[in-house]
């Protein structure tokens, strides 16, 4: 008697629960953003018409979406390059042995581990209007004549938002690059020493180009985080102020749940489908090369 | 002036009971070839790191072309040095690799595609300039390492077990170019090596290390015949020198120059000798066995030339130290002495 399972059969029952899983809760909901993209349909209602590509002009008539554009790839930036920089400093200083090592790697890690909605809170507050403790300490070191409104003046609103996101990338960030840093011989480093070289060639021209593999997942992974992530602009500031802080997650959710209008927030969404088919590609090509070599 | 000179050079590692370089005094001659030998853990390699500049001494000098340069970063001590992993940069094309040091050192991007291809010429790598390491075979390896340490014609060179890496065959043609090459150029060299045979092979001169002291600083043939204590006088040598216990000396002879009894050479120490092993090793043959008579119990070795007739397993007879051969040490430290002189029985 033959066994039912044979092996073509195992092997895809075995992967029926992850093709479920990955269909029910990214395929359905990508199909649907693309469904109502495209139609008139609004949040209670029952019935919803072909509208062609007009919520995509709609949207993109409004400069709520433009700055909301804007700001994605602004902030992802901007984010990643102040991540770069910080995680990089800090692998380095890290990477050193010094006696509370082991603590302050545990420390840095913390803000990767608590919840994002909690950590953006807990910013809400230090960057509050009234009680901020930033702005204690400006205005009892005489550094500013009034508090500055962190939250409320749009330039300021930016900076604060790009700077919770760069703190919420850098532990992460930090620890990749730290165990890349690691793998590198101390041979390398040590005949670059003896070649003459100092402390930025060492870095620049050495360890950063013989670490790059692992910085592009770091900085992959970020961009990822970052640019689909509308919990920080969303509990910070709304969007606001006057939507200067508004980010296509935000967008699309304030305009499809919050405002009904649920064809132009999939409209919206589906604008960030290109960067992450990028950024998807991208990752494919490292995993793969690293493999190769 | 010596090209290199260290004064009373010491490390100590935190939380290690003894230093790993304890009171190092070197000299190199200009354009010599000097060979640090030791087991590992003798701290060659700390030495030469600390010369370097990639290890604080603890204390003692370094001084380099008659320069103190403790304290100096690696980058002003202008040496070259090439490493035991040869540590290529492996995201560098061999080209690159080779420019490196020129790049750090500001020669003007000029001159660097001359200096490279002369580098390269001289270890025959001219070919490969476009490669990566990772293309590279370990012989190929070590000639890029070496290349780029040349490439700016530097006043001292150090080199780490640069052949511990190659297989068995090719270390032999490596270490044959290496001297050559040297002898080429003429730039003062520290080598360090575990290997007695490298050693002797290469060096102008051999400073034999053990547990962080210099036991012997000489040619080849001075720390081979005339060894400064029992541990350089076992150190060299495959079989080591025969140590024959007797009383407050013992004494020493190199299995060369044990050799049956001749009535035409008298030879310096007769003792009867029974052979309880035969090797054929082809060029010769490796007999071991127990003396008799006053130094009844203790055995030794002989090595005699495979032409020769041997006796065979279980013979006994006469064996003689060649004249001039035998070498004796104080029982208590091991150290060299001139006579047998109050030696028992």
Avoid: C
């Avoid at chain 1, 890690?109 to 509050?128: E, T």
């Avoid at chain 2, 070919?127 to 070590?142: A, C, H, I, K, M």
């Amino acid at each position: 008697m033959r066994s039912p399972f044979r092996t073509g059969w195992l092997g895809a029952a075995m992967l029926f629960p992850a093709v479920l899983f990955i269909a029910a809760l990214v395929g359905v909901p990508f199909l649907l953003a693309i469904l109502y993209s495209v139609s008139d349909v609004k949040v209670a209602s029952d019935e919803m018409r072909f509208v062609g590509l007009r919520n995509f002009a709609d949207v993109l008539a409004t400069p709520a979406f433009r700055t909301a554009l804007r700001n994605s790839f602004l902030f992802t930036v901007l984010s990643q390059l102040l991540v770069l920089a910080g995680a990089t400093t800090l692998a380095l200083a890290l990477r050193e042995a010094f006696r509370t090592r082991g603590l302050l790697r545990f420390l840095i890690l913390l803000p990767w581990i608590a919840p994002i909605s909690l950590g953006s809170i807990g910013w809400k507050w230090l960057l509050d209007s009234i009680y901020s403790v930033f702005n204690w300490f400006l205005m009892r070191l005489h550094l500013v004549e009034s508090p500055p409104m962190w939250l409320g003046e749009p330039a300021l609103a930016i900076a604060s938002v790009v700077l919770v996101h760069a703190w919420r990338m850098l532990p992460f960030a930090t620890v990749v690059l730290l165990a890349g840093l690691t793998s590198i011989p101390r041979d390398i480093p040590e005949a670059a020493a003896v070649d003459g070289a100092g402390f930025w060639r060492t870095h620049f021209q050495i360890t950063l180009p013989m670490i790059r593999p692992i910085v592009t997942v770091a900085v992959l992974f970020g961009v990822i985080f970052t640019f689909t992530d509308m919990t920080v602009v969303y509990i910070l500031t709304r969007g606001g102020p006057y939507d200067t802080t508004q980010v296509l997650p935000s967008l699309a959710f304030l305009t499809g749940i919050l405002g009904g209008d649920l064809g132009a927030g999939a409209a919206i969404s589906l604008f960030l489908f290109p960067v992450l088919l990028v950024v998807a590609y991208a990752m494919l090509r490292v995993a793969r090369r690293s493999i190769v070599t | 002036m010596p090209v290199i000179e260290t004064r009373g050079l010491t490390k100590r590692f935190p939380g290690s009971a003894r230093p790993a370089v304890d009171g190092v005094d070197i000299q190199s001659r200009d354009g010599e070839f000097l060979v640090l030998l030791g087991p590992s853990g003798s701290g060659k390699t700390t030495v030469l790191r600390m010369i370097a500049g990639l290890e604080e001494p603890t204390s003692g000098e370094i001084r380099i072309g008659g320069v103190l340069v403790n304290g100096l970063t690696p980058r002003e001590r202008r040496i070259a040095m090439v490493f035991q992993s040869y540590a290529l940069y492996p995201h560098l094309t061999v080209y690159k690799n080779i420019a490196f040091p020129l790049k750090a050192q500001g020669v003007p991007r000029s001159e660097h595609a001359a200096k490279v291809a002369w580098a390269a010429s001289i270890f025959g790598i001219e070919g490969l300039l476009d490669r990566r390491p990772r293309e590279l075979s370990g012989g190929e390896r070590q000639r890029v390492a070496l290349a780029r340490a040349l490439v700016r014609e530097p006043k001292l060179f150090l080199l780490d077990e640069p052949l511990s890496n190659l297989d068995a065959k090719l270390r032999a043609t490596a270490r044959e170019e290496l001297k050559k090459f040297q002898r080429r150029i003429g730039t003062t060299t520290v080598y360090v090596t575990h290997d007695q045979v490298e050693a002797m092979a290469l060096g102008n001169r051999v400073v034999v290390m053990d547990q962080g002291r210099v036991r012997q600083t000489g040619t080849p043939t001075e720390v081979y015949d005339d060894p400064a204590d029992t541990f350089v006088a076992t150190f060299l040598g495959s079989p080591p020198m025969n140590l024959i216990d007797d009383g407050r000396v013992t004494i020493g002879f190199r299995p060369e120059h044990f050799r049956p009894a001749d009535a035409a050479a008298p030879g310096a120490l007769r003792t009867p000798f029974r052979v309880d092993n035969v090797e054929y090793l082809g060029a010769d043959r490796l007999l071991h066995g127990e003396l008799g008579g006053r130094f009844a119990g203790r055995t030794a070795f002989s090595r005699l030339a495979s032409h020769v007739a041997a006796p065979r397993v279980g013979d006994t007879l006469d064996f003689v130290v060649e004249e001039g051969r035998v070498r004796f040490f104080d029982a208590a430290s091991g150290e060299r002495r001139e006579s047998g002189a109050g030696a028992t029985g």
